[in-house]
T-cell receptor
Framework: DAGVIQSPRHEVTEMGQEVTLRCKPI?????LFWYRQTMMRGLELLIYFNNNVPIDDSGMPEDRFSAKMPNASFSTLKIQPSEPRDSAVYFC???????????FGPGTRLTVL | SQQGEEDPQALSIQEGENATMNCSYKTSINNLQWYRQNSGRGLVHLIL?????REKHSGRLRVTLDTSKKSSSLLITASRAADTASYFCATDSNDYKLSFGAGTTVTVRA
């Protein structure tokens, strides 16, 4: 298995632009998580899905952030409009079940100018 | 919010020495996990210890858990240059969300 796949690996955009991050979880994993990592705030859980259904989005910072999981093999995290404070590394992770280890993707480093 | 807090924030050791880092948390947990993150990479799961376990081993790693003190420790024995990374503890509470600490940065000098 290729592991969790994220794209793009790097994204540089200007303030106000829409940004879409993509994730392909490990096949057979029922849980998918989106995290954001910054020096100031560490690793924060933004949202997680179980069987493609959003379960907890309490970590999503603002209405500018939205996430979807249209099927078991694909999820997106969208920021519209983007702001410089959104600059961070965004990780996607998947897990086979509750209380199991999580498998992280390589991350997308987002820079908003 | 971060429930786990690692200590120390940074650790520098000589190759071959042991490295010990600690994690404290606030609320009851189902399990506690340790992850490693190399610079510029995603997190890699190292070991999971359940709330009814006290000690667990995996290769050169030893993890202990003291639920009465709400603390855990990760010991890396006979460290290698490749162990240079940041190490995070993550607690899994009743809501099954992982809460990560700020991490311990370990530097192993050759």
């Amino acid at each position: 298995d290729a592991g969790v796949i994220q794209s793009p690996r790097h994204e540089v955009t200007e303030m106000g632009q829409e940004v879409t991050l993509r994730c392909k979880p490990i096949s057979g994993h029922d849980y998918l998580f989106w995290y954001r990592q910054t020096m100031m705030r560490g690793l924060e859980l933004l949202i997680y899905f179980n069987n493609n259904v959003p379960i907890d989005d309490s970590g999503m910072p603002e209405d500018r952030f939205s996430a979807k999981m249209p099927n078991a093999s694909f999820s997106t995290l969208k920021i519209q409009p983007s702001e410089p404070r959104d600059s961070a590394v965004y990780f996607c992770a998947s897990s086979p079940g509750q209380g199991h280890e999580q498998f992280f993707g390589p991350g997308t480093r987002l820079t908003v100018l | 919010s971060q429930q786990g807090e690692e200590d120390p924030q940074a650790l520098s050791i000589q190759e071959g020495e042991n490295a010990t880092m600690n994690c404290s948390y606030k609320t009851s947990i189902n399990n506690l996990q340790w992850y490693r993150q190399n610079s510029g990479r995603g997190l890699v799961h190292l070991i999971l210890i359940r709330s009814n376990e006290r000690e667990k081993h995996s290769g050169r790693l030893r993890v202990t858990l003291d639920t009465s003190k709400k603390s855990s420790s990760l010991l890396i024995t006979a460290s290698r240059a490749a162990d240079t990374a940041s190490y995070f503890c993550a607690t899994d509470s009743n809501d099954y969300k992982l809460s990560f600490g700020a991490g311990t940065t370990v530097t192993v000098r050759a």
